[in-house]
C-alpha cells in the first residue's frame, strides 16, 4: 500500500504547471538572465527570462511541478554576483512552449 501511495504522489509532482515570477535585488548586470537560462535548460524545463525597466527580472518556466519548484529555489539564490531579495509567483496556464530562453 505505501508503494502506490509514493507513486501517486509522484504523479502528482509531475503534473504539469507554469510559473510566472518577478525577481528583485541586484538581479541586472550580474548575469542572472544567463543564470536562469542555463538553470531552466538544464533541469529541462521551458519559458523565458528578460531584464525590466525598473530594474527587477521577469520569467515563465514551464515544466513538471517538481521541477519548476527546484528551479524556482535555485532562481531565489540566484549566482553569487547577484543578490536576490524577493521573488514573487503567480501561476499561468501551460503553454506547451519547448525550450528557454533569454528574451529582450
Given at each position: 500500500?505505501?508503494?502506490q501511495?509514493?507513486?501517486?504522489?509522484?504523479?502528482?509532482?509531475?503534473?504539469?504547471v507554469?510559473?510566472q515570477?518577478?525577481?528583485?535585488?541586484?538581479v541586472q548586470?550580474?548575469?542572472?538572465?544567463?543564470f536562469?537560462?542555463?538553470?531552466?535548460k538544464q533541469?529541462k524545463?521551458?519559458?523565458w527570462?528578460r531584464?525590466?525597466?525598473d530594474g527587477?527580472?521577469?520569467?515563465e518556466?514551464?515544466?513538471?511541478e517538481f521541477k519548476?519548484?527546484a528551479?524556482?529555489?535555485?532562481v531565489?539564490?540566484?549566482p553569487?554576483?547577484?543578490?536576490?531579495?524577493?521573488?514573487?509567483?503567480?501561476?499561468?496556464p501551460?503553454?506547451?512552449e519547448?525550450?528557454?530562453r533569454?528574451?529582450?
Amino acid at each position: 500500500m505505501a508503494d502506490q501511495n509514493s507513486d501517486l504522489g509522484a504523479e502528482r509532482n509531475n503534473d504539469l504547471v507554469r510559473v510566472q515570477a518577478y525577481v528583485s535585488g541586484l538581479v541586472q548586470g550580474v548575469g542572472f538572465r544567463w543564470f536562469v537560462e542555463r538553470s531552466g535548460k538544464q533541469m529541462k524545463l521551458s519559458g523565458w527570462v528578460r531584464n525590466l525597466p525598473d530594474g527587477c527580472v521577469e520569467l515563465e518556466v514551464e515544466g513538471p511541478e517538481f521541477k519548476v519548484e527546484a528551479f524556482l529555489e535555485e532562481v531565489g539564490r540566484g549566482p553569487i554576483s547577484s543578490r536576490v531579495d524577493s521573488v514573487s509567483t503567480s501561476e499561468r496556464p501551460v503553454t506547451g512552449e519547448s525550450g528557454y530562453r533569454i528574451r529582450s
